[in-house]
């Protein structure tokens, strides 16, 4: 548990992620490597795709709860929806 705590404190931003992630696609697809690196460098990317699907799902359930906070406080005064955005 506290390994996995660590790891994620140490875990890159979501666009430093992406940008890593970038860049071994990038070396993946010019070729030239050896087994071993390709190897390291496909598993060094499903990391960094597993550390931007973390953001974005963090992003999401942030976003429905958003959402559904603003859907309550509409429902509360439902008067005022001439007033909401959308």
């Known amino acids: 548990m506290a390994e ?3 790891e994620q404190e140490k875990a890159p931003s979501y666009e430093k992620a992406r940008e890593e992630l970038t ?3 990038r ?3 010019a070729g030239g ?3 071993e690196q390709s ?3 496909w598993e060094r990317g499903e990391r960094l795709a597993a550390v931007c699907e973390e ?3 963090g992003a999401r359930v ?3 709860a958003a959402m559904a906070e603003r ?3 509409a429902e509360e005064k439902p008067g005022d929806s001439a007033e909401a955005p959308f």
């Open 62 to 64: 942030r976003l429905a």
């Open 39 to 41: 190897i390291q460098l």
């Open 71 to 73: 859907g309550e406080r």
């Open 23 to 25: 860049e071994v696609v």
């Open 27 to 29: 070396r993946l697809e």
């Open 55 to 57: 953001w974005l799902q």
């Open 33 to 35: 490597l050896t087994l």
């Open 4 to 6: 996995q705590k660590a």
